[in-house]
DNA sequence: TTGTTGCGAAACTGACCCGTATCGAAATTA
DNA sequence: TAATTTCGATACGGGTCAGTTTCGCAACAA
């Protein structure tokens, strides 16, 4: 991506290996992915993992927590495109990115985390939100503000309420739904229970 | 409790000390409610904690599962009666009983375990839903029910889906809502939300 | 070519923990 | 009193892991 012309002059020595990097925070959503939980997530499975010295690791995050934000922060699933037709629409649209993000095992084991061990690793947890749930939390606002401005939904609701209802309802999905994958309607079921309640 | 009648013959030697099992479990439970996870928890933690030999554990448990299933099933928090006059009443009830056993650090930590571990230690979980969960579930489907019964609900809401979706925001905010607790409201305000999508 | 830095591999120290065994003392039955 | 079982304490062998160091080789700048 970037050109040939180093803004500050590169140091002598061989650089440092982009593929090594790749490797490592690959390797660390691997088995975080498998369901590894951070605590019992080592530098030396990483390492072996990613076909490389411990030294490599080290040189680059001077601990675990380190490596395992940069980890994280790659993750960035693109926030889906809204129609901005209908508030339903919309917040179906929203409801099923999650749906189908809490599909693949890697995010999956990445809400997992976010959920449980939030309070064990707070700075971890306020990277993760930034990058990764604040983003949607605003879209999910946008919506429903719109909604309220556009005379769809009651000016009286609590968007903020509204907004934990729908996610802890997916969230409930995710974690105590059926095993097998959630049903393809399900975050249309939710909307439609919620939303009469909130219509104007 | 029981009266000095063996109803197997006491066994000779020295009788296994009742105040040393309840020593163990209060360390597992303490250790538990101070944010260690399942994998954590270390045997010799909870013997030190306890103030008891690591052979007097092992006496007793085979392994850490199997103390963990005993100690969290000694936390059965009683149920909330329920006035049975209205659904809305009731809900609130129900709900309310979620907001403040989360506020206490054992049953809040438990939660933790329980949304987190669920993977991980099915037999555990088994047990714990058993004893914890399903009751509480169970409750909430008979209030449903009975509304729907009562005319006061309509007859074509999902009730399994209404379930996730009160129970839901209360987690959703057990997590993410305010660090210092939860506003008395809480249980109020997400009822009033969702109620009126559902009612006749 | 020389000096510098990164590379993977391996060894190392120092924790922590598991599960078992052993100890002398205490509590109980026969 | 003797036999039995539990008690807490301590030690043991075996394992995993953190973080550091050392090694010989590779990649780069000057």
Redesign the interface.
């Known amino acids: 991506m970037t050109i040939q012309e180093p803004a500050t002059a590169r140091p002598a020595g061989r650089p440092r290996s982009e593929k090594a990097e790749k490797a490592i925070i690959e390797a660390t959503l691997d088995l975080i992915g498998e369901?590894t939980?951070i605590?019992?997530l080592s530098i030396e499975a990483i390492a072996s993992r990613a076909g490389v010295g411990k030294t490599t690791i080290y040189r680059r995050w001077s601990n675990k927590e380190d490596l395992v934000v940069d980890a994280l922060a790659t993750l960035q699933a693109p926030l889906p495109r809204l129609a901005g037709v209908s508030v339903r629409d919309d917040l179906i649209t929203l409801l099923d990115s999650m749906r189908s993000e809490a599909g693949q095992s890697r995010t999956r084991c990445v809400m997992?985390i976010a959920?449980?061990?939030?309070?064990?690793y707070p700075r971890l947890m306020e990277r993760f939100f930034n990058v990764a749930v604040e983003p949607r939390r605003q879209a999910m606002r946008d919506v429903i503000r719109r909604g309220i401005a556009s005379g769809e939904l009651r000016s009286d609701?609590?968007v903020e309420?509204?907004m934990?209802?729908l996610?802890?309802?997916?969230?409930?999905?995710t974690?105590?739904?059926p095993a097998n994958g959630l049903p393809a309607d399900l975050a249309e079921?939710?909307v439609d229970?919620?939303?009469?309640?909130?219509a104007a």
């Open positions: 369901g939980g605590a019992e997992n959920i449980s061990e939030s309070d064990r609701i609590e309420m509204s934990a209802i996610s802890g309802a997916m969230i409930w999905h974690k105590w739904g079921r939710i229970h919620l939303l009469p309640g909130l």
